[in-house]
């Protein structure tokens, strides 16, 4: 069995209001996340593994924050540092079930209040392949 990503956020990640650097390294958040969204990984581990600085990992994944793609966590053991999740509604699963019943999941906990909404912009249609388009949200 295929893994299998959101298309909520996959499939419209050109639409996304942040830089091409913190769409790349969106993509390696999903890369290093457990199937539902989990990052086994720090901050500082991100910064190594990625080479750059922790404090540059915070500048790209402070608008993936904005936008609730990933989210921060309460610290549970009241320790030093970040932890950060991809919101289920962006994560990857082990296949379509799976994905089927955390979306639905998801989507009830929204409803409730218990989990934020994406942030993201409402474009009718994909971008023109030529020229410039003058995209601004719905």
Known sequence: ???????IVS???????VSGASVKF???????????GRLPVRQKDMARE???????????IAPLCELN??????????????SYRLHPLAA?????EEMDTALRAAIASVKAGDLPNL??????SVPPAEGHPSLQVA
């Open 11 to 17: 499939e419209r990640i050109w639409a996304l209001p």
């Open 26 to 36: 969106l993509q390696y958040l999903l890369h290093r996340s457990d199937f539902g």
């Open 119 to 124: 942030k993201l912009p409402a474009y009718a």
């Open 50 to 60: 990625y080479r750059v600085t922790p404090q540059t990992v915070s500048n790209l």
């Open 69 to 82: 793609i990933v989210l921060r966590p309460k610290n549970e053991n009241g320790g030093k540092g970040n």
């Open 1 to 7: 069995m295929a893994e299998v990503m959101s298309p």
């Open 92 to 96: 990857k699963y082990a296949g379509p």
